[in-house]
């Protein structure tokens, strides 16, 4: 599994850099134009990258990886099969102890690498999602008219009204509805999404998250009637913090990230 993650880390870098598929490449120009990526962003910094750009244009982007893990696949081997160090002592029956744990040692740090890539991603991911719902509260403040703000009320009064105990999985989408409703008061398709990603989170945690679900709720649709678009942005952005944070207490061993804050 390292190595497959490794993999993923020489396509995102080739994504990144300045060849295009129209190019006649060698496999040299490849490494050399994946290396120059690394070094000028790092690996975080190329999966951070790849991330903004399937946000931004996704239909483009997914092309452009498919390429780019192809390319990638061609120009440093498959790395499943890549030999590690001391190879050609073990096929030769010299394996010693050094060679063996420089072995470990490699993989344990290929291991490292692919999983801060990994969670690099995620958190890039979850901090654009969390910026693009904020700022649809404070510009839903704007745009908010009489009826917007009774199909708000409507929508939180009747997720309010299920039990959590017997009907979480229908509360859950209750409480998501509210980020479909936001979309249609900014006027913008591409935050309904924010809707079904809430709704797998509450999901998660499950019913524990009612309580703190509905004080929120509540409070985003006072900031909301009050026109106060800085203090919607607010809460959003604590609401969809603290949800995350009890969603990564929920995993199997999950622990909160040293420093994360509640609020």
Wanted: proline content about 3%; charged content about 25%; hydrophobic content about 50%.
């Amino acid at each position: 599994m390292a190595y497959l993650s490794i993999g993923a880390v020489w396509a995102d870098a080739v994504f990144v850099s300045g060849l295009q598929r129209r190019d006649e490449l060698s496999a040299g120009q490849v490494r050399q134009a994946a290396g120059a990526a690394i070094r000028a962003f790092g690996c975080s910094g190329c999966a951070g990258r790849v991330a903004q750009e399937f946000g931004d244009h996704p239909e483009t982007a997914v092309t452009r990886m498919r390429w780019a893990r192809a390319v990638a696949r061609e120009a440093f081997g498959d790395p499943a099969l890549e030999a590690g160090p001391g190879a050609t002592a073990r096929a030769a029956g010299r394996s010693s102890p050094d060679a063996r744990w420089a072995d470990v040692r490699l993989t344990r740090g290929r291991a490292a690498s692919a999983n801060l890539v990994r969670l690099g991603r995620e958190r890039l991911m979850e901090e654009g999602m969390i910026q693009a719902q904020a700022m649809a509260a404070r510009i839903a403040c704007a745009r908010m008219t009489v009826l917007h703000l009774t199909e708000l009320h409507d929508n939180v009064e009747r997720a309010c009204g299920l039990a959590a105990r017997f009907q979480w999985d229908c509360k859950a989408v209750a409480h998501a509805e509210m980020f479909s409703l936001l979309a249609e008061v900014v006027d913008d398709p591409l935050l309904t999404g924010g809707a079904g990603y809430v709704r797998e989170l509450m999901l998660a945690v499950g019913r524990a998250a009612d309580g703190m679900i509905i004080s929120s709720r509540r409070r985003l649709l006072a900031h909301l009637r009050a026109g106060d678009g800085e203090g919607a942005a607010l809460e959003m952005e604590r609401h969809l913090r603290v949800l995350l944070f009890m969603w990564r207490l929920a995993l199997p061993g999950g622990q909160p990230d040293v420093g994360e804050a509640l609020t």
